[in-house]
């Protein structure tokens, strides 16, 4: 009995979206973008904790020096550096070497530097700390090396960890207000493009109630049509956002200061649990929507 409901309710839903497939259209496609736009915040946020793990997980430090330095100068910083156990030194970076790693960054657009007049870029020794350093030791050593005459300005993954770290508690938040609002939006149209649904099948509607049909039977199509409109805004939402990854991954070099930055694609497992969402999401709107037509 319940396979047969279960065969009739989804013809019956595939046969009214199909009837009815510009309102359903509509619905799929507003649904969508609200999905997209809880799914790219989504992403972002992701991004930013991976982002702040893997810098978490190793201590670098760039040090910038003042003009273009000499020999001389940059051996008297790397021997102060090799007076603390833990630090390794992994390369010199001269300011013509950072114009031509800048070059090769912009690619066609490289011809905007050459208005510039000299090179603005400084020279740099990238270095990289031990795990096991204490936690005041990065802010000890710059302060240290910062009175070095040939030191202009010393910088450290932490630093960029520490600031970002210092404002994710109120982008939580505002995530956690944001995507209620995307939900009630979601809802909102699921809910309308079913009552319209109901609407336009009024008296098929009273006819099978008339013969004697349960609730569950008449019901039935409707959930199964505000589910399968939140399913497919949310595939519509998650190819969509694929495609703008792909797209970033290609065209874009994220640089934070002096650490690169990866762009992650939300995982499968992510990607089941948006869908699950969006599914509930159909289903809800249609309970509610319906419950303004029978007792449920």
Not at 20 to 28: A, S, T
Not at 125 to 154: N, Y
Not at 227 to 247: D, E, K, N, P
């Amino acid at each position: 009995m319940r396979g047969t409901l279960l065969r009739y309710s989804m013809r019956r839903a595939l046969a009214n979206m199909s009837e009815n497939r510009l309102v359903h259209l509509i619905g799929i496609g507003t649904m969508a973008i609200a999905f997209l736009i809880f799914d790219a915040f989504l992403l972002v946020f992701l991004n930013i904790n991976y982002w702040i793990e893997e810098q978490g997980s190793s201590l670098t430090m760039s040090i910038y020096f003042t003009g273009d330095p000499d020999k001389a100068a940059v051996e008297t910083v790397s021997k102060e550096l090799l007076q603390y156990p833990g630090v390794t030194i992994n390369e010199f970076i001269s300011k013509s070497d950072a114009m031509e790693n800048l070059k090769r960054r912009l690619g066609d657009k490289a011809g905007l530097l050459d208005g510039l007049e000299g090179n603005p870029l400084p020279a740099s020794l990238e270095i990289t700390l031990s795990k096991g350093k204490i936690e005041d030791f990065p802010k000890q050593l710059k302060a240290r090396l910062e009175m070095l005459e040939a030191v202009d300005e010393v910088q450290y993954s932490h630093e960029w960890v520490e600031k970002i770290q210092a404002v994710m508690g109120a982008v939580k938040l505002i995530g956690i207000i944001f995507g209620g609002l995307l939900f009630l939006a979601a809802l909102f149209i699921i809910i309308n493009t079913i009552k319209l649904a109901i609407y336009s099948r009024h008296d098929e509607v009273e006819i099978l109630k008339l013969v004697g049909a349960t609730n569950r039977f008449v019901k039935a199509p409707f959930l199964i049509e505000g589910s399968i409109q939140g399913f497919l805004g949310g595939v519509t939402a998650i190819v969509i956002l694929l495609l703008g990854y792909l797209v970033a991954i290609t065209r874009i070099d994220l640089r934070i200061g002096f650490a690169s930055f990866d762009i992650v694609f939300l995982s499968p497992q992510f990607i089941l649990l948006l869908l699950l969402m969006s599914i509930i999401v159909g289903f809800l709107g249609s309970m509610i929507s319906l419950s303004r037509f029978f007792r449920i």
